[in-house]
């Protein structure tokens, strides 16, 4: 059973990615501060999340290290809040989001996912096509209540099972563990 240690103040994350991965992965949480860098690349910013927690915590030599940032790109917003999502959130509320898309409610969320490699990172992306609706379930966490995932009538908010079917994570997770199955050292 391979080792990932998952750099991240979210629990539901780790949860969401021990669904995912399975049996063959051992997912723990890494609890360290990082500091986001203000620039409009989800995956640059995962780059730099997990380069910093390879600086802060102590990883056994058999255990790989993985660091993630996530946004929700809204159509009509121009992709906005993007990698800005949870600054947004915080500062002004995803309920707020709602306000500002007038006709065109199509979005996406686009997750990245850093392998550190040593001296190097590996980048695994997804991404997940939908419409921000008004908030609907309470499971999951951050923006799930508010989209709604092509394919489905619930929000992830209201069905977690689908989310982990579904998800742009799970798609950035899958190619990381096809990594991973390929002999990553």
């Avoid at 190097?120 to 096509?129: L, P, Q």
């Amino acid at each position: 059973m391979r080792r990932i240690f998952f750099a991240t103040g979210n629990k539901g994350k780790v949860k969401h990615a021990s669904n995912i991965l399975g049996d063959e992965f051992k997912v723990r949480q890494v609890d360290v501060e990082t500091v986001e860098p203000s620039i409009d690349s989800i995956e640059e910013i995962a780059e730099a999340k997990v380069r910093q927690a390879r600086e802060k915590a102590d990883i056994p030599d058999e255990g790989l290290l993985i660091a993630d940032d996530s946004g929700l790109f809204v159509d009509s917003l121009n992709g906005f809040p993007g990698p800005q999502t949870s600054f947004f959130d915080e500062k002004v509320g995803k309920n707020n989001l709602l306000k500002l898309v007038k006709e065109d409610n199509s979005a996406k969320f686009r997750a990245a996912v850093a392998l550190d490699l040593g001296n190097d990172t590996k980048v695994f992306t997804g991404e997940a096509s939908g419409e921000v609706v008004e908030p609907r379930g309470d499971d999951g966490f951050g923006y799930d209540p508010l989209f709604l995932p092509d394919g489905n009538d619930s929000t992830w908010g209201e069905d977690s099972e689908f989310k982990d079917e579904s998800s742009h994570r799970k798609e950035a997770l899958e190619k990381l563990r096809d990594y991973i199955s390929t002999g990553v050292e």
